[in-house]
């Protein structure tokens, strides 16, 4: 197996998701400094948020970051908060992607957006590529180092970075479990459940402030990690600071094993996985937080509430996408099929609840 096998790569441009290369090209030119007249603009896949672009010009590339097209959620498609946190873990987190430019003038694209650096590596989605061949101890491994890469986000000092004023890390589990419950209503579709129950255990449960604030991505999972070319066991980028702030770390714990598939779960659950967490030898959600607390020094309680308030905001998150597909905001088919996740989520939000003694 060649390294360059497993790189990421960009490909064709999805329907609807153009970019006006000449008009970027113009404006970026000067900006850049080089001659951008053989400037090729391609598209990551995945994603159902923010769009990722890669653009060429001869031995140079460059990663661009846009809202998706439609969206009408401005508060989760915030530019300009993704490229600050970029910069201010520039230097302090050796995983974030280095800032490039930042644009403001809607004249180019229509919207803000902005560059960063690329970094060339190994990105894992649903399923393992079919060329990466790993032993479940070496898959063990993988998995625990993707909390351990989380784990040092949360001991980046806030001083350090200059975001000790960046979000409003009081009240910030209240906001969270508020704030998700009136997303999920607010994006309610006629075939969508309604999860009252759901968001009334969480209400009710809820704990205390636990008085922690650290940097939190928000969003981190498999795919929004990216492994060496020579090893695919060593992180070398984390993507996807659109949702970053500063709250409780242990939320954000809570939000990536909301994504955390096992093998003892519902068929219906791990049907629609994200990634491959089920896979042999990957550790069980008790064993990553057993793992976490170690290396964190954090005491992980009140566990099902965390999972369960990670599960029902990626409902939220995936009924706010299919709405957007079902009032026609867009064309991407790939949106169609996010109600039934919804419905899984739902589901499993109320095994958990059932199973709880909290």
Same mark, same amino acid.
């Given at each position: ?41 391609? %598209? #990551?896949?995945?994603? $159902?948020?923010? /769009?990722?672009? !890669? ?5 140079? *590339?460059?990663? =661009? ?76 491994? %993988? #998995?625990?180092?993707? $909390?351990?890469? /989380?784990?040092? !986000? ?5 001083? *350090?970075?200059? =975001? ?195």
């Amino acid at each position: 197996m060649k390294p360059e096998e497993l790189l990421d790569k960009a490909g064709a441009i999805r329907a609807g998701e153009e970019l006006d290369v000449a008009v970027l090209r113009d404006y970026l030119a000067p900006v850049l400094g080089l001659p951008l007249g053989n400037l090729q603009v391609s %598209q #990551f896949p995945g994603g $159902f948020s923010n /769009l990722t672009y !890669l653009l060429t010009a001869g031995n140079e *590339k460059w990663v =661009l970051r846009r809202p998706p097209f439609g969206s009408k959620v401005k508060s989760a498609h915030d530019m300009g908060r993704e490229f600050r946190v970029l910069s201010a873990l520039d230097g302090v987190y050796p995983y974030a992607p280095r800032p490039v430019h930042f644009c403001t003038d809607h004249n180019v694209l229509g919207c803000d957006f902005y560059l960063m650096s690329c970094i060339d590596g190994i990105v894992i989605r649903k399923d393992y590529p079919p060329q990466m061949v790993l032993s479940p101890s070496q898959v063990r491994e %993988q #998995f625990f180092t993707l $909390f351990d890469v /989380l784990g040092e !986000l949360h001991s980046v000092d806030l001083r *350090k970075a200059g =975001l000790e004023n960046f979000g409003k890390p009081e009240g910030y589990v209240r906001r969270q479990v508020e704030g998700w419950s009136k997303r999920y209503s607010d994006a309610r579709t006629p075939d969508a459940p309604a999860c009252e129950n759901i968001m009334q255990w969480l209400h009710d449960r809820m704990p205390a402030d636990s008085g922690l604030a650290r940097i939190i991505h928000n969003d981190y999972k498999l795919d929004n990690v990216i492994w060496a070319p020579d090893d695919p066991l060593k992180i070398i980028g984390v993507l996807d600071w659109e949702m970053s702030t500063v709250g409780d770390p242990l939320m954000d714990l809570g939000c990536t094993l909301g994504y955390w598939v096992e093998a003892g779960d519902p068929d219906e659950y791990r049907r629609f996985r994200a990634m491959p967490s089920d896979a042999p030898g990957a550790p069980t959600r008790a064993e990553i937080v057993a793992r976490f607390s170690e290396r964190t020094g954090l005491a992980v309680e009140r566990f099902d509430f965390y999972f369960c308030f990670g599960m029902f905001r990626l409902a939220a998150i995936g009924q706010q996408i299919y709405y957007r597909y079902h009032q026609g905001l867009t064309r991407d088919s790939r949106f169609a099929t996010m109600i039934d996740k919804v419905n899984s989520l739902q589901r499993m939000c109320d095994l958990v609840i059932a199973r709880s003694d909290l």
